[in-house]
C-alpha cells in the first residue's frame, strides 16, 4: 500500500492543531487542579522549591499541635494552683472565724479544715494532662520544641504541692510534715493540739493562746498562699511564651504554605482566558486545514 503524501501547508496544519490541543489539556488540568506546577515535569525548579516549603509548613504543623498540648498542659497546672489557692484562703478564713466561734462551731470548723486539705491533695493528684502531672513532683517536666533545631524548645519543671510534705509553708518559708491524711494539719499549723475544739476560751490564757496560735496559723497559710502565687505567676509566664511561639508557629506556617502557592498555584482567571483563546485557535486551525484540503481538490479537479 503506497504512502499517502501530504503537503506542507496541511501537515503544518496538522502540527499546529496538536500543539494547540495539548495546550488545551494543559490549560484544562490546570484549571481541574488548581495548580500550574503539579510535578517535576511541569517545573523542576519550582516544584522542587514549593516541596521543600510545603513539607517546612508540615513539619512545624507537627510542632504546632505539642505547642497547644503543652499549653493545655500548663493551663491545666495553672488553673488547680488557682483553685489551690482558693481552698488555702477558706482554711485561713475558717481559722480567723474560729476565733469568735462557740465550742460547738469550732469543732465543725476544724473538720472543715481537714476536710479542705484533703481536697487540696485530691486536687494536686487530679491535675494531670495526658499522663503528665506538674503538681506533685518536682521530677516532673514538660518539654516543648519549637523546631527541628536541639536548642529551640521550652522546658517547664513541676512543682511539689503534696500536702504530707511539700505544700505548706512555715513562717520561714520551711515545709511542714502535715502526714498525707491532713489529721495533723491544725497541730502542725501551729496550735497546741489537732482540734480546735479542745480550747476553753471563756479563760483569758486559753483565749490568748488560741488567738496566738490563729495568728501563727494565718501567717503560715499566708506563706503558703503566697509561694503558690509566685509558681502560678512562673507557670503563667510559661503558658505566655508558648501562647506566643503559637502565634508565630501559625503565621509562619501560613508564610510558607503562601510561598509555595506562588511557586505552583495556577491563576485561574489567567488560565480561563487561555482556555477560551486556545479554543478559538484550535477552532481557526480546523478551518485551515479545511481550506487546505480544498485547494488539493480544487488542483484535482484541474488535472481531472
Do not use: C, W
Not at 103 to 116: A, C, N, V
Not at 129 to 149: D, I, M, Q, W
Not at 163 to 184: C, D, E, R
Amino acid at each position: 500500500m503506497a504512502d499517502i503524501t501530504l503537503s506542507t501547508g496541511i501537515r503544518n496544519n496538522l502540527l499546529a492543531l496538536n500543539n494547540t490541543k495539548d495546550l488545551i489539556g494543559r490549560t484544562q488540568g490546570r484549571l481541574a487542579t488548581g495548580l500550574s506546577v503539579s510535578s517535576p515535569v511541569d517545573d523542576a525548579v519550582k516544584y522542587f522549591q514549593a516541596k521543600s516549603l510545603g513539607d517546612r509548613a508540615n513539619d512545624l504543623g507537627v510542632r504546632k499541635s505539642g505547642i497547644e498540648q503543652g499549653v493545655s498542659t500548663l493551663t491545666t497546672a495553672a488553673d488547680a494552683m488557682k483553685s489551690i489557692e482558693s481552698l488555702l484562703n477558706n482554711m485561713k478564713g475558717t481559722i480567723d472565724a474560729a476565733r469568735s466561734a462557740s465550742q460547738d462551731q469550732r469543732k465543725e470548723y476544724g473538720s472543715q479544715i481537714k476536710t479542705l486539705a484533703k481536697q487540696i491533695g485530691k486536687l494536686v493528684n487530679d491535675s494531670t494532662y495526658k499522663g503528665l502531672n506538674l503538681l506533685n513532683a518536682t521530677s516532673s517536666t514538660l518539654t516543648v520544641t519549637f523546631s527541628e533545631k536541639t536548642d529551640s524548645k521550652l522546658s517547664v519543671n513541676g512543682v511539689n504541692f503534696t500536702i504530707g510534705s511539700h505544700l505548706f509553708l512555715n513562717a520561714a518559708g520551711a515545709a511542714i510534715a502535715v502526714g498525707n491524711s491532713a489529721t495533723l494539719i491544725i497541730s502542725q499549723l501551729g496550735f497546741a493540739t489537732t482540734t480546735l475544739s479542745s480550747y476553753k476560751l471563756s479563760n483569758a490564757s486559753a483565749l490568748a493562746l488560741f488567738n496566738s496560735n490563729a495568728d501563727k496559723a494565718i501567717s503560715y497559710l499566708e506563706k503558703t498562699i503566697s509561694n503558690v502565687q509566685a509558681k502560678a505567676a512562673t507557670m503563667g509566664a510559661n503558658i505566655a511564651i508558648l501562647n506566643v511561639r503559637l502565634d508565630f508557629t501559625k503565621t509562619y506556617i501560613n508564610t510558607l504554605q503562601g510561598g509555595a502557592d506562588k511557586l505552583t498555584v495556577a491563576d485561574l482567571n489567567s488560565e480561563g482566558a487561555n482556555l477560551v483563546a486556545l479554543q478559538t485557535r484550535q477552532q481557526m486551525g480546523v478551518q485551515s486545514l479545511s481550506f487546505a484540503g480544498q485547494m488539493e481538490q480544487s488542483v484535482l479537479k484541474l488535472l481531472g
